[in-house]
């Protein structure tokens, strides 16, 4: 696309063409630019700028008369030049009064001159030049020869004058020139001036020098005049804009001299003040700051000595916040400006930013808190802990509490998310009370987690005061909590670490509390621990344990070991309970209560109980007669696995009849969602498998929840069991075991009770009517060739003979089995169990 040439340019044309040149300069030089308006406006300063010149005008032609008649003398005849002189005299006079009107007598808002007053004062000027001419050849017939050089050059100089003087408008300034060169041209043909034929030929040249210069001084005068205006609409447009934005923004405007002093305060600004503008105007910017800080808040302080420090820099001022006291309100001002050129001072803008500082300051605030409980988060628990340890600098003792509401699940799953909330609400209100004595030290109390809370405690606590705290803290969240109509039993398990006893740095310092508070669980919760440096090792050999245990089920390490349960009132053998046993390579036999809960944590316990039921079912299907078999299925694999499918396939894979497979499930297996699982015992009982309720009496279910469930049995835990033949404990535990036999009986259940080891309970339990028993004195968990024994033994030879036989041999040797290295998850599926273990 074609450039646009910027206005009075001279195009370039290729070679040399004068002609077309000259009509180029005439037309920018005599064509004024822009629209109609613009181009009256600037005709108009043409005229003004050339009547301007009349009155030197005038006076030039005086002093040049004066001086033609003092070179005549005394000698002169002035008859014949004085028509002329009464026509100068005329046409002068005639120009001044023009130039007076024009001055003093035309209004300002009149409409500018057009063409035809510039034609008309063009006639005026030639006529001017023709007399002035005309003047000068009847002089030049009289005066000595001695004084005719000086004659032709003031000729020459008032005609270049007068040209020069009436440039701005080019049709005066050429009517000037050829009124004047022509008339003289036109009297040196006809008047016998033989001493000024010399100029005859140069005239011509002259003329058109005079015309060429009147033209570019025409054409620089358009230029100017048109930035002129272009600047000045330029200021009236951003004046315009500044005033409108003085009055409709909420920003506002402020300017300093040099010295500080406030030059400009806009409105806006002075109302913010409480005062007229023209109160501040004087004023130093930071004497007025000054008196509007708030009383003892060094950090505003410090702000406005910022402020200070930037106004001596050359570097642009963006956004420096402010901290004022104006009304009694705190307010927030942010200032910008920058340094002006040439004077020094400083010109910017000022904005009320208080309300977006409190927003900054509510965001921040909800970054750090918790919305549940109200305390402090994570990210502000962290924050703090950082700030505390050092962050590379000193440490400042502190002692770090984690503490983990036992069975804060089932309350969630049972009563619901807002019940949850309700209970999680409670707790913080507690614990924050419960440090109100020490309240000025600098702790915190946070929600790291769903039920998981923290507390940071400014110094390092011994032991001995670190305990005390546990069980006031604990004390304080026994106090039940009532929930619509429930009453919440809270206890928590607590870690605790120390620093810089136990950790120098935030992340082992947490480490160092999260194991305290995994040892606090294991110990059977509802207790405080104190971190010790052997939970390092205990942690590092669970994470190897954990190792193994992911290769334990391919490499074919994973047992099943059977304990017979016995029907009490014929001595009968009915069945076994599955038992599952580790045998590790180099630890030996490694016990359930050790590797279940890494399965479970870990996510393993899916394919290890998948691999449960098939082994189990395969064993018991190669027993004779009716015995049963029980496989215990752990909460989180009865929650997160398709253990419906599993079942199915174990069953079809083995060809066990489905009424010899009972399946045993704890309280809290049944208590997460309970709709959904009473629906899948109700679908594997149709199938005929038998439903068990394991540890009867030591979790959390009530007796209509129990009656809703599809039940077969009732186990009753081992605990009670082992106290029916101690002198004290004996009637209470007694009492306790009649009651769940009874309560079963009225529910059309069976009783087992667990853990049987001396005749005594055996004979107590046959009294109160207890269907089935299990334990040592029965036979310890026997390996799967051992059972079989057993099993052919009792079926030949009845019950006591396989119990002797057993006891003479209690720790057989055992074999591997092939059939335990089963590729699992080729054969049924089963997901991968690679993975971290999720909440629970």
Same mark, same amino acid.
């Given at each position: 696309?074609?450039?646009?040439?910027?206005?009075?340019?001279?195009?370039?044309?290729?070679?040399?063409?004068?002609?077309?040149?000259?009509?180029?300069?005439?037309?920018?030089?005599?064509?004024?630019?822009?629209?109609?308006?613009?181009?009256?406006?600037?005709?108009?300063?043409?005229?003004?700028?050339?009547?301007?010149?009349?009155?030197?005008?005038?006076?030039?032609?005086?002093?040049?008369?004066?001086?033609?008649?003092?070179?005549?003398?005394?000698?002169?005849?002035?008859?014949?030049?004085?028509?002329?002189?009464?026509?100068?005299?005329?046409?002068?006079?005639?120009?001044?009064?023009?130039?007076?009107?024009?001055?003093?007598?035309?209004?300002?808002?009149?409409?500018?001159?057009?063409?035809?007053?510039?034609?008309?004062?063009?006639?005026?000027?030639?006529?001017?030049?023709?007399?002035?001419?005309?003047?000068?050849?009847?002089?030049?017939?009289?005066?000595?020869?001695?004084?005719?050089?000086?004659?032709?050059?003031?000729?020459?100089? *008032?005609?270049?004058? *007068?040209?020069?003087?009436?440039?701005?408008?080019?049709?005066?300034?050429?009517?000037?020139?050829?009124?004047?060169?022509?008339?003289?041209?036109?009297?040196?043909?006809?008047?016998?001036?033989?001493?000024?034929?010399?100029?005859?030929?140069?005239?011509?040249?002259?003329?058109?020098?005079?015309?060429?210069?009147?033209?570019?001084?025409?054409?620089?005068?358009?230029?100017?005049?048109?930035?002129?205006?272009? *600047?000045?609409?330029?200021?009236?447009?951003?004046?315009?804009?500044?005033?409108?934005?003085?009055?409709?923004?909420?920003?506002?405007?402020?300017?300093?001299?040099?010295?500080?002093?406030? =030059?400009?305060?806009?409105?806006?600004?002075?109302?913010?003040? /409480?005062?007229?503008?023209?109160?501040?105007? %004087?004023?130093?910017?930071?004497?007025?700051?000054?008196?509007?800080?708030?009383?003892?808040?060094?950090?505003?302080?410090?702000?406005?000595?910022?402020?200070?420090?930037?106004?001596?820099?050359?570097?642009?001022?963006? $956004?420096?916040?402010?901290?004022?006291?104006?009304?009694?309100?705190?307010?927030?001002?942010?200032?910008?400006?920058?340094?002006?050129?040439?004077?020094?001072?400083?010109?910017?803008?000022?904005?009320?930013?208080?309300?977006?500082?409190?927003?900054?300051?509510?965001?921040?605030?909800?970054?750090?808190?918790?919305?549940?409980? %109200?305390?402090?988060?994570?990210?502000?628990?962290?924050?703090?802990? !950082?700030?505390?340890?050092?962050?590379? %600098?000193?440490?400042?003792?502190?002692?770090?509490?984690?503490?983990?509401?036992?069975?804060?699940?089932?309350?969630?799953?049972?009563?619901?998310?807002?019940?949850?909330?309700?209970?999680?609400?409670?707790?913080?209100?507690?614990?924050?009370?419960?440090?109100?004595?020490?309240?000025?030290?600098?702790?915190?109390?946070?929600?790291?987690?769903? $039920?998981?809370?923290?507390?940071?405690?400014?110094?390092?606590?011994?032991?001995?005061?670190?305990?005390?705290?546990?069980?006031?803290?604990?004390?304080?969240?026994?106090?039940?909590?009532?929930?619509?109509?429930?009453?919440?039993?809270?206890?928590?398990?607590?870690?605790?670490?120390?620093?810089?006893?136990?950790?120098?740095?935030?992340?082992?310092?947490?480490?160092?509390?999260?194991?305290?508070?995994?040892?606090?669980?294991?110990?059977?919760?509802?207790?405080?621990?104190?971190?010790?440096?052997?939970?390092?090792?205990?942690?590092?050999?669970?994470?190897?344990?954990? !190792?193994?245990?992911?290769?334990?089920?391919?490499?074919?390490?994973?047992?099943?070991?059977?304990?017979?349960?016995?029907?009490? !009132?014929?001595?009968?053998?009915?069945?076994?309970?599955?038992?599952?046993?580790?045998?590790?390579?180099?630890? /030996?036999?490694?016990?359930?209560?050790?590797?279940?809960?890494?399965?479970?944590?870990?996510?393993?316990?899916?394919?290890?109980? *998948?691999?449960?039921?098939?082994?189990?079912?395969?064993?018991?299907?190669?027993?004779?007669?009716?015995?049963?078999?029980?496989?215990?299925?752990?909460?989180?694999?009865?929650?997160? =696995?398709?253990?419906?499918?599993?079942?199915?396939?174990?069953?079809?894979?083995?060809?066990?009849?489905?009424?010899?497979?009972?399946?045993?499930?704890?309280? =809290?297996?049944?208590?997460?969602?309970?709709?959904?699982?009473?629906?899948?015992?109700?679908?594997?009982?149709?199938?005929?498998?038998?439903?068990?309720?394991?540890?009867?009496?030591?979790?959390?279910?009530?007796?209509?929840?129990?009656?809703?469930?599809?039940?077969?049995?009732?186990?009753? $835990?081992?605990?009670?069991?082992?106290?029916?033949?101690?002198?004290?404990? /004996?009637?209470?535990?007694?009492?306790?075991?009649?009651?769940? @036999?009874?309560?079963?009986?009225?529910?059309?259940?069976?009783?087992?009770?667990?853990?049987?080891?001396?005749?005594?309970?055996?004979?107590?339990?046959?009294?109160?009517?207890?269907?089935?028993?299990?334990?040592?004195?029965?036979?310890?968990?026997?390996?799967?060739?051992?059972?079989?024994?057993?099993?052919?033994?009792?079926?030949?030879?009845?019950?006591?003979?396989?119990?002797?036989?057993?006891?003479?041999?209690?720790?057989?040797?055992?074999?591997?089995?092939?059939?335990?290295?089963?590729?699992?998850?080729?054969?049924?599926?089963?997901?991968?169990?690679?993975? =971290?273990?999720?909440? @629970?």
């Amino acid at each position: 696309m074609a450039e646009t040439p910027p206005p009075f340019a001279l195009p370039a044309a290729p070679g040399w063409r004068p002609l077309a040149g000259f009509r180029r300069l005439i037309d920018a030089a005599w064509k004024v630019p822009g629209d109609p308006a613009e181009a009256a406006r600037l005709r108009g300063d043409q005229w003004r700028a050339v009547v301007d010149q009349l009155p030197a005008s005038v006076i030039a032609t005086a002093i040049a008369v004066v001086l033609l008649l003092v070179a005549l003398g005394g000698h002169a005849d002035l008859l014949p030049v004085l028509p002329t002189l009464l026509a100068l005299v005329a046409l002068n006079g005639l120009n001044f009064a023009l130039w007076w009107h024009e001055r003093y007598r035309r209004s300002p808002e009149a409409p500018p001159r057009g063409i035809k007053a510039g034609l008309l004062l063009a006639l005026d000027l030639l006529i001017g030049g023709v007399l002035d001419v005309l003047l000068i050849l009847q002089v030049a017939q009289q005066v000595p020869s001695g004084l005719h050089a000086p004659l032709v050059a003031t000729a020459a100089g *008032a005609i270049a004058a *007068a040209a020069w003087m009436f440039a701005l408008l080019p049709a005066v300034a050429i009517a000037w020139v050829i009124g004047a060169c022509g008339s003289l041209a036109l009297g040196i043909m006809l008047l016998p001036l033989p001493w000024m034929d010399g100029l005859l030929p140069l005239l011509p040249l002259y003329a058109i020098v005079l015309c060429m210069a009147a033209l570019l001084n025409a054409r620089l005068f358009l230029q100017g005049r048109h930035a002129q205006h272009e *600047a000045a609409r330029d200021r009236l447009t951003v004046s315009l804009l500044l005033r409108d934005f003085e009055h409709h923004a909420s920003d506002w405007l402020w300017e300093l001299g040099r010295d500080g002093r406030l =030059s400009h305060v806009s409105q806006r600004m002075a109302e913010r003040l /409480g005062h007229p503008p023209e109160a501040f105007i %004087g004023e130093p910017l930071l004497a007025l700051l000054t008196r509007h800080l708030p009383p003892n808040n060094p950090e505003a302080k410090q702000r406005l000595d910022r402020l200070g420090d930037a106004l001596l820099t050359h570097e642009p001022l963006r $956004d420096h916040a402010l901290h004022l006291q104006i009304g009694g309100e705190d307010v927030w001002w942010a200032l910008s400006g920058r340094r002006l050129e040439g004077d020094g001072g400083w010109r910017g803008v000022g904005s009320d930013v208080s309300e977006v500082r409190e927003r900054e300051r509510e965001l921040l605030r909800l970054t750090d808190q918790d919305t549940v409980t %109200g305390l402090a988060n994570r990210h502000q628990f962290h924050r703090r802990l !950082a700030l505390y340890l050092g962050g590379g %600098g000193p440490i400042s003792p502190c002692t770090v509490l984690l503490l983990d509401l036992d069975c804060f699940k089932q309350v969630n799953d049972s009563l619901g998310h807002a019940a949850g909330d309700h209970l999680l609400a409670a707790v913080g209100e507690r614990l924050r009370d419960s440090l109100a004595a020490r309240r000025g030290h600098g702790d915190l109390v946070a929600r790291l987690a769903a $039920d998981e809370f923290a507390i940071l405690l400014r110094g390092e606590l011994t032991p001995e005061a670190t305990q005390r705290l546990g069980k006031q803290l604990r004390s304080a969240l026994r106090v039940p909590v009532t929930i619509a109509g429930h009453e919440i039993d809270v206890r928590a398990s607590i870690g605790a670490a120390c620093a810089p006893r136990h950790a120098q740095t935030a992340d082992p310092l947490l480490r160092a509390a999260d194991l305290a508070l995994f040892a606090a669980k294991a110990a059977g919760r509802d207790r405080l621990v104190l971190y010790e440096p052997a939970m390092q090792q205990e942690a590092q050999d669970r994470i190897a344990l954990l !190792a193994d245990l992911r290769l334990a089920l391919d490499a074919g390490q994973l047992e099943m070991h059977y304990q017979p349960q016995i029907e009490l !009132a014929s001595g009968k053998l009915l069945g076994f309970e599955a038992l599952m046993r580790w045998r590790h390579p180099s630890r /030996g036999l490694v016990p359930p209560a050790v590797f279940i809960p890494l399965a479970e944590d870990s996510g393993l316990i899916v394919a290890i109980g *998948a691999w449960a039921l098939l082994v189990a079912c395969r064993d018991a299907a190669r027993w004779p007669g009716e015995l049963r078999v029980a496989v215990n299925v752990s909460a989180l694999q009865f929650e997160r =696995s398709p253990i419906e499918l599993h079942v199915l396939e174990a069953l079809e894979r083995s060809g066990l009849p489905a009424d010899r497979l009972e399946i045993e499930l704890t309280e =809290s297996a049944l208590l997460n969602d309970s709709s959904h699982a009473i629906d899948l015992l109700t679908r594997l009982r149709a199938l005929g498998v038998r439903i068990a309720l394991d540890d009867f009496g030591t979790g959390f279910s009530s007796l209509a929840y129990l009656r809703r469930l599809p039940l077969d049995l009732l186990k009753i $835990d081992r605990a009670f069991i082992a106290d029916l033949d101690h002198p004290r404990a /004996g009637p209470t535990a007694r009492a306790i075991v009649s009651a769940i @036999h009874d309560l079963a009986r009225a529910l059309g259940l069976h009783t087992v009770a667990e853990g049987i080891e001396t005749p005594e309970q055996q004979q107590v339990l046959t009294e109160l009517g207890c269907s089935l028993g299990q334990g040592f004195l029965y036979a310890q968990a026997l390996p799967r060739d051992a059972t079989q024994a057993f099993v052919e033994l009792a079926h030949r030879q009845g019950l006591a003979a396989a119990r002797e036989a057993h006891l003479d041999s209690v720790n057989p040797p055992l074999t591997s089995w092939p059939s335990t290295r089963m590729q699992l998850r080729s054969s049924m599926q089963l997901p991968d169990t690679r993975f =971290s273990a999720g909440d @629970h």
